[in-house]
Every structure is written in structure tokens, then in C-alpha cells.
């Protein structure tokens, strides 16, 4: 046998130990890069009346405001020095002021964790400031009522958690384009969880707080034995982030397993202990009874139901963007010839291809509105197969049940 030679042994050496230092640069590198950091901002607007509304996080006026408030700070901060660091901002209150409204709203940054708490404060603070002095065109603010505070992690995370329809994903992939779908990430539809019967996947469901579920009623058709059912959360169906007995399934009084029409397909779900959000679990929001989402406005529904009819479900979480399609042309005599009713709402495309499938049912269907806060505009119900021409998919409408829910769950 012959020896490697000295000097090609001492160049393998040297290899591997710059592979070994550039792999632990990096883990450095990214390990102390995964650090948030809050701060509260608050300063008073004076150009816009206080209005009792405003209370209410979901009125007209409190989102009117806080879209114009988040989007100043999100154009102020990419175009500054922090634009990489900055991840999104959230007005959390409007509170009455004798000059007007007075705004608290939390910003949010990627900050490395060694860097100075002291200068980061200094920096967030003069950019803020320096913007707040001069002429901010829709808003009018009084400077000198600006203040900024930092935030503690736990009560900024608290904070994320605690609300509704918010995810941080890591970046807003948008070229997302089931059947005709792609893959999810970790974190990216964290309300959406997994109803299983014996362990098996049987129906998509969405987190609306820590204990409830909603979901479809056909998914309990003859097994409305909470004891069998399990749900689980995260991305993959096996091994999943977290799990939970079921104490309570509540379907609608009105639905009935021998019917044909698909009305009232509607359930809650009580879980055995509450859930601890995380980035990767979380809840969404339920819009308004009142609230009309326009037809063609851009949804996302999500599941691990089969990529074609008759086809197995999947572990990965698959999600496939479709647009709301107006009641009118959905009862088309070509479509679903006066099926849909007004407790129903189509999504899809008529030329077919991207649709929900089995194993999607009682799944969610969302759209985020201007802010980036995300709404369950449907529950996943029926369809003629899927993503065929003409048959888009169906979906129980949100709105049409939201005092059904909000009775049975309080939420
Ligand atoms: C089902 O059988 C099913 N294309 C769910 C959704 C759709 C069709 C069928 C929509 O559970």
C-alpha cells in the first residue's frame, strides 16, 4: 500500500478544515440573525375625527386608519437604512385624544442578536422621528407627541400569538400559484389543522381561537363521536407539530346527512385543551356577517386532500390560489345550473385545472385584506369532482353562518 504523500495530505487537511470554519461561520451567521425585536410607537393623528367604532378592531374605521398608519411606517422604513431588517408593522390601538387619535402600533424587525439594544432604539427612533417631522401627506401628525418604547420579546410574541390572521412567514412568496397547487412552508397557513378519525386524515379544519375549530358537517356523516376524532396542526400531517383530543363536535341543527343540497355544512369543534400558538399555529380571522367579499377578490385554500379525484391524500400541506366567483355565473345552467345558495360561495376558475379535492372538505379558504391580515372566507363543502372545466369548487360562506358560530362558540 502507498502513503498519500505529505503534501497532498496536508492540502486534504487544509480542506477540510476551511469546509468545517465556512459551515460554522454560517450556523453563526444565521443563528444569531433569528432574532426579533418590538418596539411601541405612539403619536396622535389630528386630521381624523375619534369615532366610537374604532374600538372595534374589525369596523370600517379602525382598519381605514390603521391601513394608512402601517403603510406610512412600511414605506418610511424601506426606504431607509433598516429596509432589510424591517419585517411589518400592526396598530394594536386607537385611542380617543382630545386633537384627534391617538395610535399605538407595534414594528417589527429582524435584528441580530448581538447587536446594541441601545443604538437599534436610536436608529428606529430617529428614523421614525425625522419621517414624522415633515409633511406625511394623508396623515397629520403632531410630532412632538411621538414616543417609542422597546418591547420585551415575550410581550412582543404575545402580542402576534394573541391576534388574529397574522403569520410570519419568512418571506411573502407570492408566486405561489390540491389539485393544480404547490407545497406549503412551515408557518405559512398556521390555522390550518387536520381532522383525523382513528389517526387517519379524514377533513381539513381552521383554528378561530385556542379551543374552537370550524369546520365542515358532511365530515362527521355518521361519526359524530367526539372520543374517535384527534386534530393535529402543523404542515405535515405525520409527524405534526402538536395534537389534541376533541371534547366537543357541534354540527349544524339544520344539516342533514341524507340531503343532497349541501345546505347548512357546518360544524364546530371543541378541542380538549386549549392550544399554545406559535409561529407555526395560530388562529384566523372571521370577517363580519355584514361583509361582502367581492367576486374575483384572490383566495387561498389549503389542505391535504388529493392532488386529483379518487386520488390518496397527502402529507404535505398543499395550497392553490383560486378567485371568488360571482353566485350569478356559478348558477349558470352550464356551472351548477341553481345549486348554489346563498349560504355558498364558488371558487376557482371556470376553465378548471386549480381546485380543492377530497380530502380538502371542512379545509379553509382565506384572503388577506389590505392590512395582511388573513380571513376565513370559506369553509371547503362540495364540487362535481375537481378542477373540472365549468365546476369550480364550493364552498360554505362564511358570513352566511357567522352568528351560527358566534353562538355556538362565543367567538
Ligand atoms: C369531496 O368529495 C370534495 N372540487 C371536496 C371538494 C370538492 C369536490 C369534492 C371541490 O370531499
Known amino acids: 500500500m502507498k502513503l498519500?504523500?505529505?503534501?497532498?495530505?496536508?492540502?486534504?487537511?487544509?480542506?477540510?478544515?476551511?469546509f468545517l470554519a465556512l459551515v460554522i461561520g454560517l450556523l453563526v451567521y444565521f443563528l444569531l440573525f433569528d432574532e426579533m425585536y418590538f418596539?411601541?410607537?405612539?403619536?396622535?393623528?389630528?386630521?381624523?375625527?375619534?369615532?366610537?367604532?374604532?374600538?372595534?378592531?374589525?369596523s370600517k374605521e379602525f382598519k381605514d386608519l390603521s391601513t394608512k398608519v402601517e403603510t406610512l411606517m412600511t414605506r418610511t422604513f424601506q426606504a431607509s437604512i433598516l429596509n432589510k431588517k424591517y419585517i411589518k408593522s400592526h396598530v394594536v390601538h386607537l385611542n380617543p385624544d382630545a386633537r384627534g387619535v391617538a395610535v399605538e402600533v407595534v414594528l417589527m424587525f429582524h435584528f441580530s442578536s448581538n447587536d446594541n439594544r441601545e443604538a437599534l432604539w436610536e436608529r428606529v427612533n430617529s428614523i421614525l422621528r425625522r419621517r414624522l417631522q415633515t409633511n406625511t401627506g394623508y396623515l397629520e401628525i403632531d410630532p412632538s407627541t411621538f414616543k417609542l418604547a422597546g418591547m420585551k420579546m415575550e410581550n412582543g410574541?404575545?402580542?402576534?400569538?394573541?391576534?388574529?390572521?397574522?403569520?410570519?412567514?419568512?418571506?411573502?412568496?407570492?408566486?405561489?400559484?390540491?389539485?393544480?397547487?404547490?407545497?406549503?412552508?412551515?408557518g405559512e397557513w398556521p390555522w390550518q389543522t387536520s381532522l383525523q378519525l382513528s389517526g387517519i386524515h379524514r377533513c381539513g379544519a381552521t383554528l378561530i381561537s385556542d379551543t374552537w375549530l370550524v369546520t365542515a358537517a358532511h365530515c362527521f356523516r355518521g361519526q359524530k363521536n367526539p372520543r374517535e376524532w384527534t386534530a393535529s396542526f402543523g404542515t405535515v400531517v405525520r409527524p405534526p407539530k402538536m395534537r389534541r383530543f376533541i371534547r366537543n363536535i357541534i354540527v349544524?341543527?339544520?344539516?342533514?346527512?341524507?340531503?343532497?343540497?349541501?345546505?347548512?355544512?357546518?360544524?364546530?369543534?371543541?378541542?380538549?385543551a386549549p392550544i399554545e400558538f406559535t409561529n407555526d399555529i395560530r388562529m384566523v380571522c372571521l370577517p363580519e356577517a355584514f361583509y361582502v367579499f367581492p367576486h374575483n377578490t384572490t383566495c387561498f385554500v389549503t389542505g391535504w386532500g388529493a392532488l386529483s379525484f379518487d386520488g390518496p391524500s397527502i402529507n404535505n400541506l398543499q395550497q392553490a390560489e383560486v378567485k371568488i366567483i360571482d353566485t350569478n355565473i356559478c348558477n349558470r345552467e352550464e356551472v351548477y345550473n341553481g345549486l348554489i345558495t346563498p349560504g355558498m360561495v364558488c371558487a376557482g376558475y371556470l376553465e378548471g385545472?386549480?381546485?380543492?379535492?377530497?380530502?380538502?372538505?371542512?379545509?379553509?379558504?382565506?384572503?388577506?385584506?389590505?392590512?395582511?391580515?388573513?380571513?376565513?372566507?370559506?369553509?371547503?363543502?362540495?364540487?362535481?369532482?375537481?378542477?373540472?372545466?365549468n365546476k369550480p369548487g364550493v364552498y360554505t360562506r362564511v358570513t352566511y353562518y357567522r352568528d351560527w358560530i358566534a353562538a355556538k362558540t362565543g367567538i
Open 252 to 272: 349544524h341543527e339544520k344539516y342533514s346527512d341524507n340531503n343532497a343540497d349541501h345546505d347548512y355544512d357546518v360544524a364546530v369543534v371543541q378541542l380538549s
Open 353 to 389: 385545472k386549480v381546485d380543492a379535492c377530497q380530502g380538502d372538505s371542512g379545509g379553509p379558504l382565506v384572503t388577506a385584506d389590505r392590512r395582511g391580515i388573513w380571513y376565513l372566507v370559506g369553509i371547503v363543502s362540495w364540487g362535481d369532482e375537481c378542477a373540472k372545466r
Open 157 to 186: 410574541v404575545n402580542l402576534l400569538n394573541n391576534s388574529c390572521g397574522l403569520r410570519i412567514s419568512k418571506l411573502n412568496s407570492f408566486t405561489d400559484r390540491i389539485s393544480g397547487g404547490m407545497s406549503a412552508q412551515d
Open 39 to 58: 418596539y411601541s410607537g405612539t403619536f396622535t393623528v389630528t386630521n381624523v375625527q375619534y369615532n366610537p367604532s374604532m374600538e372595534k378592531k374589525t
Open 4 to 18: 498519500l504523500e505529505p503534501w497532498k495530505l496536508a492540502l486534504i487537511v487544509l480542506a477540510v478544515v476551511l
